[in-house]
């Protein structure tokens, strides 16, 4: 080995295991890859940032853009009104919302399509009695497996393509990766309707909707303010102060039957007023004792009086990169920047029982907010949140909806038919959609994924210098000789499961940048196409089925269906070595060595 190719492989190793650590972004770490490759001589300088040009990484940041438009413009709403409607028997909804899922998912970032489809899910699965575990994940599933139907479903698609492009000259077009890709999606829905739902621990479907998560009636209470109390007279933002040093928080103060609170806290306590706080059964006595308060003569229901007035509770997932993750609640300052309390909050299942103001926001944690109707979604928006709850079209009206599937198609078939390559004509149709304030300018950046686009810009070029240095090709030699006398449909189904692994562990966009010139050497040696080899790194890296970290959607769901982490190889597991049984003979069918 050269010692450029001592060097890589084992930039190399530290990149998969930051990955697989976990600690830092992906994106942060891809990027510093790049630096420490530029400096070790092995990318150029003058390719340092040719990443952020590749088509590869346009095209997925063009498709974010497009497949805002298509949302906003009420495209996929339009279509999810008339395909759900309520179906009571478990195989047939979840057959129905993950065929839906992966349908939407074949022409729009699959993230978005389950983020689209989850809060009527939810609703459909509580008019029917059905707890969410057994809905939400295979719908994540099901969006996943729809993105290996075309070459926009998801990054690792469009990746393979360019790759074969620059490799070959001609790149997979639009729907080459159809046959393949449809294949295995009817057989993973498929299964995931009749038998994969089945094999979620019973423990998990015996909860029927996020709110169960929270047991509120165990740790919201009431006090009441006696006439003696030297609480009478205090500003409701002195009792806030006094209240979190009882770790404990003052929701509401209810008057007679209104509710007098408002965001400047400023209200002053008369006797007899009633205090709605958030506070453990344990630390409830001493927060009475502090604030010299009492229980209430008439204790009311709690769900009732924090629904005494025009307000709203609503439970939201906390989103991968959202602009909470990693920040307490404390530090966010949620009441008086955005006029809404934290009620609850629960991760991987469980109701976290400690102080609400240190507990620290991670990607898949269910909170429980109150605040004005007429606000909270957007504060959840805003928050980098999604709603459980069914979203308004943002565009009600249908011939918007009908325009953005138009630009959409006309795009799709200038691609196909070979008039403009798909960069382009993505292109043109996110200028089309700007231009009729479909994607307004305030979210035309914000659509984009960027830890992703700056992820792939990154890894490209030193994907590049496996190649150049020669390292891809050492690494197919020694795989190869550990294979020897292997047939190459065996090889391909190893390549498949060593995709699979790594996607399952690090991010399937950098599984593909990795595996495509792996797989490119390996065919070489073998003296066979690389066309079969390439689709089993399109399929491996898009199938990540055993844990909650290896794709977006699987974090996604975590919370809101009450998952532990070791819940996912249940239904992933068999999943995938069906995909791997069924992906070799297709592939091998379709695109022959």
């Known amino acids: 080995m050269t010692p450029q190719q001592i060097f890589l492989l084992g930039l190399l190793g530290c990149v998969l295991a930051l990955f697989a650590w976990g600690r830092w972004r992906y994106d942060i770490i891809a990027f510093a890859a790049l630096m420490a490759a530029t400096l070790g001589g092995t990318v150029p300088f003058e390719e340092v940032f040719s990443g952020f040009g590749h ?296 109701p976290y029982r400690g102080r609400l103001r240190s507990f620290r926001f991670q990607a898949g944690d269910v909170l429980l907010a109150e605040g004005d109707p007429e606000r909270l979604t957007s504060v959840i928006t805003t928050l980098g949140c999604l709603a459980l709850g069914r979203r308004g079209m943002v565009i009600t009206s249908v011939r918007w909806a009908v325009l953005s599937m138009a630009i959409f198609g006309a795009a799709i078939a200038a691609a196909t038919l070979g008039f403009l390559s798909m960069p382009v004509a993505l292109g043109l149709a996110a200028v089309a959609m700007v231009l009729l304030n479909i994607v307004p300018l305030r979210e035309l950046y914000s659509s984009v994924d960027w830890p992703v686009i700056v992820l792939l810009a990154a890894m490209i070029p030193v994907g590049g210098a496996l190649q150049t240095t020669g390292t891809t090709d050492l690494l197919a030699t020694g795989l190869l000789e550990l294979a020897a006398g292997v047939p190459p449909a065996v090889i391909l189904a190893v390549i498949i499961v060593i995709t699979m692994t790594l996607s399952d562990i690090i991010n399937n966009a950098a599984t593909a940048v990795l595996m495509a010139p792996l797989a490119m050497a390996i065919a070489g040696k073998l003296g066979v196409s690389a066309d079969p080899f390439l689709m089993g790194v399109a399929v491996g890296a898009s199938c990540a089925f055993l844990t909650p970290i290896g794709h977006q959607n699987n974090t996604i769901i975590l919370g809101p269906g009450g998952y532990a982490f070791g819940d996912y190889w249940r239904m992933g597991l068999p999943l995938e070595i069906l995909i791997v049984t069924i992906a070799v003979p297709a592939i091998l069918w379709v695109w022959p060595l």
């Open 55 to 350: 088509p590869a990484t346009v095209t997925v940041a063009l498709v974010l853009v497009v497949s805002a438009g298509l949302r906003n413009a009420g495209a996929v709403d339009l279509v999810a009104r008339y395909v759900l409607p309520p179906v009571k028997a478990p195989t047939r909804q979840i057959g129905l919302l993950a065929s839906v899922g992966g349908a939407l998912s074949t022409f729009m970032n699959n993230v978005g399509a389950l983020a689209l489809l989850m809060p009527a899910a939810l609703q459909v699965a509580a008019r029917a009695g059905h707890s969410p575990a057994i809905i939400l994940m295979p719908l994540s599933f099901g969006c996943i497996l729809g993105g290996l139907v075309t070459l926009i479903g998801t990054p690792p698609n469009i990746i393979i393509a360019t790759f074969r492009g620059q490799a070959t000259g001609t790149p997979f077009t639009m729907f080459d990766f159809s046959p393949v890709g449809g294949i295995l999606a009817l057989a993973g829905i498929a299964f995931v309707a009749l038998i994969g739902w089945r094999l979620i621990p019973r423990a998990r479907a015996a909860r029927q909707s996020p709110r169960d998560l929270f047991a509120i009636d165990n740790y919201v209470s009431e006090a009441e303010v006696p006439e003696d109390s030297p609480s009478v007279g205090r500003s409701l933002k002195e009792m806030d102060e006094l209240a979190a040093e009882k770790d404990a928080t003052v929701l509401r103060l209810i008057r007679g039957d209104r509710r007098i609170d408002g965001p400047s806290r400023l209200q002053q306590i008369e006797a007899g007023d009633i205090l709605i706080v958030e506070v453990s059964p344990t630390s409830l006595e001493g927060l009475l004792s502090a604030l010299a308060l009492r229980p209430p003569e008439k204790r009311h229901e709690t769900r009732k009086l924090l629904g005494i007035t025009e307000t709203e509770m609503m439970e939201a997932v906390v989103l991968p990169r959202s602009v909470i993750e990693g920040r307490t609640a404390e530090g966010l300052r949620l009441r008086d920047r955005f006029g809404v309390n934290l009620v609850a909050v629960s991760r991987k299942g469980r």
